[in-house]
């Protein structure tokens, strides 16, 4: 039966717009419907096509994903190859190709080139056909000349359309630009991989060919895949433009995403800034970027200036430096961290990476390391972007030398010999010397005098490894017993600055009590939490003898931090330091409370939080107590006066009820909040 006249012109309206809303969403980041609205349209077509399954088209929105995988990919003869690019890596290369490219057109020194400069994206490239407005194929670049139909794939992308917009455009165009997946994307894939046990990629670009070479074209509909059209290859003739940069914004005309970084420069002083500046933003791009290209913006000029071998005269990538190379594990060893930790670090040979020599990179822990399965003698991909510290991203077991050897986590501390200790399902391991041992008094003696800390000026890395070595200080409190003596006695310091740091000492002591609770260096207590701990019991004392349910009524306060608290201020010589602190003047201006006021609705109720609240997080419920004057307590006790049961309430809940203590829901917490 075929379907009746206003049927099908009511379909083709749903696909118009449907296309529209596409185009607004993924190709200008700018929606004008909500989600469900537009799911509605396409429920609608899904409905209407089902029931008339004749005017089903494939340029239909339902059409991108295609019901079955494909056999094979075939070949794809492209008719005009696809090039590659010569590269630039510092500003002399570039001011080269730009003479060049000068005595070829014969210009005069007073006239400048005109480029198109956009970025240059880090996944893969692809050419695709749209004949009539129609997208009928896609191919990758392969070798360039011959590359996979990938069509399937492609058509799943929902940044391409599937039909071009307005009516200008060619009959036939075959357009250019590189696939890639947004960082988010592919951290969250890799996050769910690995939550599954799954593979994960190694960096996007792999995620992005990875995800195009699926033969089930439902699997890359799953991938968040995303395009940036660059290059037109073959356009039907009398609809070209005359310079790059018009011929973007044709592109642009008929729905396809060009970058928006797309720029048009004078004269290779203006690549050079334009360069420095995408350098800049490049972290803050949701994308992975390797360098800038620059292309004559005249076609004119490209077509004067021609190909040599596989890549054009007329364009040049400026390659940022690479945040990733190999080197060799030369060794592990095992650092001790102001708290005990263990954490293995990679000696490597030493390699140019993210700009800096790198011969050091940070295994975290052993877990990390064994997961890794980083073992000296291995060839390693070290990463370096930004002003991360460098780290190892894979070992290349291809490249594994069969005189390899497996890290193995010390018995001692390498520092001071104390057993090393890794509790069950920890992924660290610590030293159990405490401050016995040297590198856990250097580290937080260091803390302690760092700036968010204690903030004692010129108290710096090498004069407390000199204190410590010397034995001159052992503990944080004896660093206020320093003399002029002991100071200029040290390597390298003039009596001046000596005098100086006593000063800063002698400044120190008057401080804030979040700034002296966090230079305590409490396990996980970080300035944040040392700002609550502080601002909720009335002075010190009140919070050394807490017991961690009355730790854990501060907000941010869970089970862990409170046992950590209570730990660290059971300990004799924990107290010992304090006293001596005390006893030295340390003193911090005493502040208003947010202690429960007599005055508030909930003041000295108690309550419990269990299960799963629907209406809002527990932190807000939690806040909102507080607010009120309640204590919110992690666990059930006679002083317990209210249990929330959210859904699925664990053995907080059964206890309460034990021991009948008032049980309240959801419900209940949100009308006595309320109010
Ligand atoms: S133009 C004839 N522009 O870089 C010139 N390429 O190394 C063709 N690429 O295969 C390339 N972003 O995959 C151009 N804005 C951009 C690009 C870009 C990434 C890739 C492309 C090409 C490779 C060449």
Request: glycine share 6%; charged share 25%.
């Given at each position: ?83 590659s690019l010569d590269n630039a890596f510092d500003e002399d290369e570039l001011r080269n190709f730009d003479r060049r490219l000068r005595d070829r057109l014969k210009l005069d020194d007073s006239e400048k080139v005109e480029y198109a400069a956009e970025p240059k ?276 077991k291809k490249k594994r030398p069969g005189k390899s050897r497996k890290v193995r986590l010390p018995a001692k501390c390498p520092v001071c010999g104390s057993d090393v200790e890794r509790p069950e399902n920890e992924a660290v391991a610590r030293c159990s010397g ?242």
């Open positions: 039966m075929t379907a009746p006249r206003k049927t099908k012109l009511h379909v083709e309206e749903l696909r118009q717009q449907i296309r529209y809303h596409d185009h607004l969403y993924h190709v200008l980041d700018d929606p004008e419907l909500s989600d469900a609205r537009y799911d509605r349209l396409l429920r609608e077509l899904r409905k209407l096509e089902s029931e008339h399954p004749d005017l089903i088209t494939d340029d239909s929105p339902t059409q991108r994903v295609g019901a079955e995988p494909v056999k094979a990919f075939n070949q794809i003869h492209h008719r005009l190859p696809m090039l994206l880090d996944g893969l490239a692809v050419s695709i056909l749209y004949q009539d407005g129609k997208l009928v194929r896609a191919a990758t670049r392969g070798d360039g000349t011959t590359g996979e139909d990938v069509t399937h794939n492609i058509k799943t992308i929902h940044a391409i359309p599937l039909q071009l917009s307005g009516s200008k455009y060619p009959p036939l165009l075959d357009v250019r630009g590189e696939v890639f997946m947004p960082r988010a994307g592919f951290d969250e894939f890799n996050a769910r991989a690995r939550r599954n046990e799954e593979k994960e990629f190694i960096n996007p670009r792999n995620a992005a060919a990875g995800s195009l070479r699926q033969l089930d074209p439902r699997i890359t509909a799953r991938r968040p895949l995303n395009i940036y059209f660059y290059g037109i290859g073959e356009i039907s003739k009398g609809h070209s433009a005359s310079t790059h940069e018009m011929g973007m914004q044709l592109l642009r005309q008929w729905g396809l995403k060009v970058s928006p970084e797309l720029a048009v420069l004078s004269g290779v002083d203006q690549c050079l800034a334009y360069y420095a500046a995408i350098f800049e933003k490049r972290v803050s791009l949701p994308y992975d970027i390797d360098g800038v290209v620059f292309k004559v913006n005249s076609l004119d000029y490209q077509e004067m200036l021609g190909f040599v071998a596989r890549a054009p005269r007329w364009a040049i990538a400026q390659k940022f430096p690479a945040e990733e190379e190999t080197t060799i594990v030369k060794d592990v060893e095992f650092q001790v961290g102001r708290t005990g930790a263990l954490t293995p670090v990679a000696r490597l040979d030493p390699v140019f990476v993210g700009g800096v020599t790198v011969s050091n990179a940070t295994l975290h822990n052993m877990d990390e390391l064994q997961r890794k399965d980083v073992r000296i003698g291995d060839t390693v991909v070290v990463r370096r972007a930004g002003d991360v510290i460098p780290e190892i991203v894979s070992v290349i405490g401050l016995f041992c040297p590198a856990q008094r250097k580290e937080a003696i260091k803390h302690f005098a760092s700036r968010r800390a204690m903030n004692i000026d010129g108290m710096g890395d090498k004069i407390v490894d000199q204190l410590v070595e010397t034995g001159v200080v052992e503990t944080v409190a004896d660093l206020y017993k320093l003399t002029l003596e002991n100071l200029s006695g040290l390597d390298r310091m003039a009596e001046k600055s000596a005098g100086n740091i006593l000063n800063a000492l002698e400044k120190s002591k008057q401080t804030k009590l979040a700034r002296f609770l966090f230079a305590l260096g409490i396990r996980e207590v970080g300035e944040a939490t040392a700002l609550s701990l502080s601002a909720y019991f009335t002075d010190l004392d009140e919070l050394m003898e807490a017991d961690e349910e009355a730790l854990m009524t501060v907000q941010d306060v869970g089970t862990v931090v409170a046992s950590h608290v209570r730990t660290f201020f059971q300990q004799t010589h924990n107290k010992e330091i304090i006293d001596a602190l005390l006893a030295a003047g340390i003193r911090w201006p005493v502040e208003r409370k947010a202690t429960p006021d007599d005055q508030l609705p909930l003041a000295g109720k108690t309550f419990v939080l269990t299960g799963t609240l629907n209406k809002l997080t527990r932190d807000q419920a939690k806040s909102r107590l507080h607010e009120l004057g309640a204590k919110v307590s992690g666990s059930v006790s006679r002083k317990t006066d209210f249990v929330v049961a959210g859904e699925n309430p664990g053995s907080k809940h059964k206890k309460a009820l034990d021991m009948g203590v008032f049980v309240i829901d959801e419900e209940a917490l949100l009308q006595l909040i309320s109010k």
